[in-house]
C-alpha cells in the first residue's frame, strides 16, 4: 500500500499529541531526577518509548501520528530549560511530573541562534514512520504563566520573547522537513481576558514559517483533571486574528454546544474535533464517536474536520489509550462510509478552503489548513526498513 492509500482525506484522524506514560517509564524517569541513572540512558529509554507509540498509533489506524511527547516531563519544562536566559536553579525532582522553579531576570538574549534541539525530535520520528508527524510545542503564553520574571516591566514583552524564541525553532523544525506543526496554549483557559496577547503571540511564532499551524486551546490536563472549567466564548472574536490553519479544541468531556461558535463567528479554517475524554477511562464506542462527529458536520464541513481527542493521552493506561484510539478510527470510518468519503472522493466542501476568505474579519489573505498538502510532503518518504521501528523492547504494562 503506498503512503497516499494509507490515509484519509476526508476526517483524518490525528492525536493532540502527548501520548500514554506506562508506569515503567515514569519510574524511570524519576530515577534520572534522583541521579540514578544517566542522561544517556534516560535518552535510549525516550527513544524506545516512541518506537512504541508510534507503532501504537500506526496500529490503531491513526492517519497523522506524533512522537508522543514522551521526552517531555510536561508541558513546560522541556522548553524552558532548553531557552537561553532561563535560569533554573535547581534540576532536581522528587518526581518527573514536578514542574522546575524557572525565573528571568534579564531580558532573554535575542542574538542566540542556537536550535532548542525539537529539530532533531522530529527528525527522528520522521525516520519511524511513512505516516504524516505532527509535532506540538507549547505556546509562549502558557510557558510565561510558569516564569518569575524580573526582567521585564511589562509582563507582555516576557510573551513576546519566547514567541521570537520559539518562531526561531519553528524555522528549523521546518527546515528538518515538518509540515504540521502545533502550538498548545493550555494555561489560557486560566487567563480568558488576556486571549488577545495569547493571539498577538502565536502570530509570532508562526510568522514567516510556510507550514500547516494548529492552535490547540483545552483546559488543562493535570493528573487527568481540568485545571479551569467554562467555554470557548473567551477565544472569540480575537482567535479570529490567528495566523493559523486549524483551531483544536475539547469536546467529549465539555459536550458539544460550543460548536455554536464556529457558526457564530463564522471560523474559516479547519477544526480539530476532540470525540475523545481523556480524563475517563471510560472507552467510548465507535458509534458515540460517530455521533460526536455527525454533530461536528452541521458546522464544520468535511473538508474542514480532523478527528482527534480532546488532549493529550498521557494520564490514560495504556491499555486505555490504545483502545479509543481505535473506537476514535473505527467511528470515523463510520462517518466517511455514511458520507461516501475515501482518499479519492471529489471534495464536498462548497465552502471557500482558504483561511478565513479574503474579507472575512481578521483573517489573512493566504491558503487555509491543506491535508493535501501535509500528505504530500510525505510520499516521498521512504517507508522505514523492517525493524526499525519495532516496538519489542518497549513494554507498554
Not at 536553579?89 to 532573554?108: C, F, I, W
Not at 458546522?299 to 494520564?315: E, F, K, Q, S, T
Not at 471529489?346 to 501535509?374: I, K, N, Q, W
Request: charged share 25%; with cysteine.
Amino acid at each position: 500500500m503506498t503512503p497516499s492509500e494509507q490515509w484519509h482525506r476526508y476526517l483524518p484522524t490525528t492525536v493532540v499529541g502527548s501520548y500514554s506514560v506506562p508506569e515503567w517509564l515514569e519510574r524511570l524517569k524519576t530515577e534520572y531526577y534522583q541521579r540514578r541513572i544517566s542522561a544517556q540512558h534516560l535518552a535510549e529509554i525516550h527513544e524506545v518509548a516512541i518506537k512504541a507509540a508510534v507503532k501504537d498509533q500506526e496500529r490503531a489506524g491513526i492517519d497523522i501520528v506524533s512522537d508522543g511527547e514522551l521526552r517531555r516531563d510536561n508541558d513546560i519544562d522541556y522548553f524552558l530549560a532548553r531557552i537561553p536566559g532561563v535560569h533554573i536553579a535547581q534540576r532536581g525532582k522528587s518526581d518527573y511530573y514536578d514542574y522546575y522553579e524557572a525565573e528571568v531576570t534579564s531580558p532573554l538574549p535575542e542574538d542566540d541562534k542556537s536550535s532548542l534541539g525539537l529539530a532533531a525530535d522530529f527528525d527522528f520520528t520522521r525516520q519511524l514512520t511513512d505516516r504524516p508527524v505532527k509535532f506540538s510545542f507549547t505556546g509562549p503564553f502558557s510557558l510565561s504563566r510558569r516564569i518569575a520574571d524580573t526582567a521585564y516591566t511589562d509582563p507582555a514583552d516576557l510573551i513576546r520573547a519566547l514567541a521570537r524564541r520559539l518562531n526561531m525553532e519553528a524555522r528549523f523544525l521546518a527546515g528538518a522537513g515538518a509540515t504540521l506543526l502545533q502550538i498548545d496554549e493550555p494555561f489560557l483557559a486560566g487567563y480568558p481576558e488576556q486571549a488577545g496577547l495569547a493571539v498577538e503571540a502565536v502570530n509570532i511564532v508562526t510568522d514567516g514559517i510556510p507550514v500547516t499551524w494548529a492552535l490547540h486551546v483545552c483546559y488543562g490536563n493535570r493528573y487527568a483533571r481540568p485545571s479551569w472549567e467554562g467555554h470557548y466564548d473567551f477565544l472569540f472574536p480575537a482567535v479570529l486574528d490567528a495566523h493559523v490553519d486549524q483551531l483544536v479544541l475539547e469536546f467529549a468531556r465539555k459536550g458539544l454546544e460550543d460548536l455554536r461558535l464556529i457558526k457564530e463567528y463564522s471560523w474559516r479554517s479547519a477544526v480539530g474535533l476532540g470525540v475523545i475524554d481523556v480524563k475517563s477511562a471510560t472507552v467510548e464506542s465507535p458509534e458515540l464517536v460517530a455521533a460526536r462527529i455527525r454533530r461536528g458536520l452541521e458546522y464544520v464541513a468535511p473538508g474542514r474536520l480532523m478527528i482527534n481527542p480532546d488532549c493529550g493521552l498521557r494520564h490514560l493506561a495504556p491499555e486505555v489509550a490504545r483502545r479509543k484510539l481505535r473506537a476514535m478510527v473505527a467511528g470515523a470510518a463510520i462517518v466517511r462510509s455514511e458520507l461516501g468519503l475515501d482518499a479519492a472522493a471529489t471534495d464536498p466542501d462548497p465552502e471557500p478552503s482558504a483561511r478565513g476568505a479574503p474579507g472575512a474579519p481578521g483573517a489573512p489573505d493566504t491558503a487555509v489548513f491543506a491535508l493535501d498538502t501535509v500528505l504530500a510532503a510525505h510520499t516521498t518518504i521512504n517507508p522505514p526498513a523492517s525493524g526499525d521501528n519495532d516496538s519489542s523492547g518497549a513494554s507498554h504494562g
